[in-house]
């Protein structure tokens, strides 16, 4: 079966028996929409959010932030023939690698976690299965065969 | 991946990470009584995305020590080991050296470890461009490269786009343990630190 992987910064989606595969998600986050009717998935892998973010680096680097990605893999789902009422979300990463930035305000992990649960909720999809926080990276793989996303740490 | 840094400006940074990166590892020979070899420097100028690609192996699990700088230029000093390679190093430099007593597990030996090689690097960098920066208190942890290095980008991309990265890296040669160092500055500290030894060496 061919794996697609996704880069930091980058979002794909696909059709048919495909895995998506994103590594090493630290305190970025990776979201996952899928369409289960059409059986069309996508994958997002963003960094940060936007709320230190200049309008520059926004319009240069749009898929870099969580609420500007997620919107895009919406729109892209929906390009590529998906119902956006159909669509269900699985959201994985958002860890706090470090104890360096011990300010609960400045932890980029959890920030990215609630950013991508508010974009997902204005765009109204439900979140079908979760695994964020904790301390550990985390290797994201969702099978479109299956619909599931699978999990892997070291 | 787009490595915006002119041919002349490389050549700098590379003698920069090459005297700083000798110092360190110079510590490290001291500290493990035996010899250490450095390979040439690697200098880019990159988008923080294409920095993974830059370092490589991002599922390959790494224990890494993240030493942050601050004064006139703003980055990081990373250490990082493969996860036998750093085991091995920890044991060795409680065996061989004089690290303080209570530090005992290998977590704490790495960021001593890391605190001494990044100070040594520091001090000769300082001393070369004739600028002040310090580290600050380390982090370690083991995980997947990749996940370590994001999560340090996200720090660097709340204010920048780019990042210089530099690597060089050692073996230790007795116990075979490979290493690598990184040094990471947002576009802003590059800038300080290539004027800076820019002028260096046209005055001499």
Known sequence: ??????????????????????????????????????????????????????????????LRYVELAIPALVKEMTKAGASKQHLKASIAGGAQMFTLYHDPSNAIGPKNVEAAKKAL??????????????????????????????IETK | MTDRLPPFTADILRELMNIGGAHATTALAKMSHDKVFIDLPEVALLKLEHIPDFVGASQNVQSMTIHPMAGEVNGFILFSYGQIDASSLAK?????????????????????IGNILSGSCIRAINQFLGISFSQTIPDGTTDMSGAILGSILAEIGQH?????????????????????????????????????????????
């Open chain 2, 92 to 112: 060795r430099i409680r065996e061989q050296s004089g690290l303080k007593n209570g530090v005992n597990d290998a977590a704490a030996i790495l960021n001593e």
């Open chain 1, 121 to 150: 909720n204005d765009a109204g999809i439900p979140i079908e299965y979760e695994d964020t926080g904790g301390t550990k990276g985390r290797n994201v793989r969702f099978e479109l065969h299956t619909g599931k996303c699978v």
């Open chain 1, 1 to 62: 079966m061919e794996t697609v992987i996704v880069k930091m910064g980058e979002i794909h989606v696909t059709q048919g028996e495909f895995l998506l595969e994103t590594f090493g998600v630290g305190s970025c986050i990776a979201v996952i929409l899928h369409d289960p009717e059409k059986n069309i998935a996508g994958m997002m892998h963003a960094m940060l959010t936007t709320d230190k973010a200049t309008q520059t680096q926004m319009t240069t680097n749009p």
């Open chain 2, 160 to 204: 920048a786009d780019d990042a210089l990265i530099t690597r060089l890296s050692f073996r230790e040669e007795k116990l075979a343990i490979d290493g690598n160092i990184y040094l990471l500055f947002d576009p802003d500290s590059t800038q300080i630190v290539l004027h800076a030894a820019k002028k260096k060496i046209t005055a001499s």
